[in-house]
């Protein structure tokens, strides 16, 4: 079955730090993956996708097929990147079955 | 459109006390999912629908927990008997299509004392 791992429950950095949240996935064919965020006291939604390769808030991600990685970096971290942080992949051929790593709760400290 | 609408928001209930958890998902999305969320095991999928379907309920932790989906506008989670360990919050999300973004509700915080 398809694995999500996100090996860091907490990550403190400094504001205009760089940042790197973790995510693993195991599964031998090619999946979807996407980050999701949960700010405080708001729903969870979407940041970004990788088939999108797009930059949203300053975040980027690449898909690493080679290390089953998704990895999400920003150069600078804000305060307003504070928050909860959730990897995700859907499989090919998995009809619609969005599976979720723990999550790593991200503290941008000034 | 409100977005995913989840009721209760917040349920305290007794041990062996049934709860029933409600959802309304976004007009014209045909996947609907429940998910559990707590520190320990971040946020778990129980079941997911597609077109009012049942299409995996392998995260359903036991038979305590059942799920329905009687409509494409209406979907409810059931625990009976409750137990302190269900204690979390559960998570309705819908969406559009296959890998398309999934929606989330606000949640509901249960407390099983």
């Known amino acids: 079955a398809q694995r999500v791992t996100q090996p860091e429950k907490l990550l403190s950095v400094f504001k205009g730090a760089p940042v790197e949240l973790k995510c693993n996935y195991s599964?031998?064919?090619?999946?979807?993956l996407f980050w999701y965020v949960q700010y405080s006291r708001q729903r969870l939604q979407l940041l970004l996708r990788?088939?999108s390769r797009e930059s949203i808030k300053g975040f980027t991600a690449d898909l690493n097929k080679g290390e089953t990685s998704f990895h999400l970096k920003k150069p600078f971290a804000q305060e307003e990147d504070s928050a909860m942080y959730y990897c995700a992949l859907i499989i090919t051929g998995g009809g619609n079955k969005l599976t979720f790593g723990t999550g790593t709760q991200l503290k941008v400290e000034l | 459109d409100a977005g995913v609408i989840q009721s209760p928001r917040h349920e305290v209930t007794e041990m062996g006390q049934e709860v029933t958890l409600r959802c309304k998902p976004i007009s014209g999305h045909n996947s609907l999912f429940w998910y559990r969320q707590t520190m320990m095991r971040g946020l778990e999928l129980l079941i997911y629908f597609n077109n009012n379907v049942p299409i995996d309920d392998s995260g359903m932790p036991e038979d305590r927990f059942s799920a329905k989906m009687p409509n494409a506008s209406f979907s409810t989670l059931k625990i009976q008997p409750s137990e302190p360990r269900d204690s979390a919050v559960y998570f309705c999300?819908?969406?559009?299509?296959?890998?398309?973004?999934?929606?989330f509700g606000q949640g509901t915080r249960l407390t099983v004392v």
């Open positions: 990788h088939i």
């Open positions: 999300a819908s969406s559009l299509a296959r890998a398309a973004e999934a929606f």
């Open positions: 599964y031998s064919g090619s999946p979807e």
